[in-house]
């Protein structure tokens, strides 16, 4: 059972809000406040809400510093969004759920907290972002696995329309509270800078002559020759399949895998990311002129993943299936609504978490 919940540290000079956890997942335990993240909430929103709800003190433009994985054994997996403040307003309370209280920092009661947190609040207090990943049996860590980041990290989203942000009622393109690229940094530490690079039309091979920034391998060059990126995530495939009918999905897929290599080439240490377009549907609006032309693709489209997972694991890439946290069932066939771009960027983010550490 997968969980996504928030903790916020809110700083006051020398001190640090915390909370005795009265009742709940980790009652009897010191800890920051914080709590699930609600349907509908981002994780910001959810971390402001939790403080006022657990302390009555209410953060000023938290930031996200580290994302935590937590499987436990009894089959509960956790994700901790890891928030940090240090302008707060509101006067101290207690609740059913908690007693707040400002501890020195020099004095973190770490017999009375959970067993990883003495491994990461160092790296918080110090302002850094961090990833990790800790098992527990109850209260027992098993594992611990945890990465600091000492620098910006740079990720570059790399895809046709669904990356541009386009738009399947009028052509435009979705506001930065609705595309994926800007969504997923609502989900990665602040240390993760995006670069979006989404061209409508864009295929994975060459087919326009000349410098056209459709040509999906010689644009991708382009970008990673002019900038060093830590990942890269490569989203397409659809539109070769449009434009050329006959094509396999096999060619489709090595050209991605052509697209990895070329990467590396100016960016070796790069982690690279080859993501199998959201298949064609053909559950959109009777009215829409495309359905039928699309009906004779489906089927290509929807095994297109299994081949770029073949060669995303061959080649020593991350594969994601984009089709699992997204669909185009509703919509002209071919693009995604703003539900599908959330859901797409929460899952693009665990990706980037988990995937992106110092080398």
């Not at 017999?111 to 961090?130: H, R, S, T, Y």
């Not at 982690?271 to 359905?291: G, H, M, Q, Y």
């Amino acid at each position: 059972m997968e969980e996504r919940a928030v903790i916020t540290y809110i700083r006051s000079g020398d001190e640090i809000l915390l909370i005795h956890k009265k009742k709940g997942h980790g009652a009897g335990k010191v800890n920051a406040p914080g709590g699930h993240i609600e349907p509908g909430e981002t994780p910001v929103q959810a971390a402001v809400r939790e403080c006022m709800e657990e302390t009555g003190i209410v953060p000023v433009n938290p930031v996200l510093k580290g994302v935590l994985d937590f499987p436990f054994t009894d089959g509960l997996d956790l994700k901790g969004y890891v928030f940090y403040a240090d302008e707060f307003f509101g006067e101290l309370k207690s609740c059913d759920e908690a007693d707040p209280f400002w501890c020195p920092v020099d004095k973190m009661p770490y017999d009375q907290m959970w067993e990883d947190d003495k491994l990461w609040i160092p790296a918080l207090l110090d302002g850094k972002c961090f990833s990790g990943y800790f098992t527990f049996d109850g209260d027992n860590m098993r594992e611990s696995r945890l990465q600091i980041f000492e620098k910006k990290k740079k990720i570059l989203c790399f895809g046709s329309s669904s990356t541009w942000g386009y738009d399947w009622h009028d052509g435009s393109r979705l506001d930065e509270e609705t595309r994926w690229p800007c969504v997923v940094k609502k989900y990665i530490p602040e240390c993760f800078e995006i670069t979006e690079n989404g061209v409508n039309g864009r295929t994975v091979m060459n087919y326009l002559p000349m410098k056209s920034p459709t040509n999906g391998k010689q644009s991708l060059e382009r970008a990673v020759s002019q900038e060093r990126f830590d990942g890269v995530i490569i989203l397409l495939g659809n539109n070769d399949i449009m434009a050329v009918p006959d094509i396999s999905i096999n060619r489709i897929a090595e050209g991605m895998g052509d697209m990895a290599d070329i990467v590396w080439a100016s960016n070796p240490d790069a982690r690279v990311f080859l993501a199998s377009a959201v298949p064609i549907s053909t559950k959109c609006d009777e009215d829409n002129l495309f359905a039928s032309f699309f009906e004779s693709q489906v089927n290509k489209s929807q095994r297109l993943a299994g081949a770029i997972k073949g060669v995303a694991e061959r080649k020593g890439c991350t594969f994601i299936e984009a089709g699992k946290y997204a669909t185009c069932d509703g919509t002209d066939g071919i693009h995604f609504d703003a539900a599908s771009n959330k859901n797409l960027a929460i899952y693009m983010g665990d990706f980037i978490n988990q995937e992106i550490w110092e080398r």
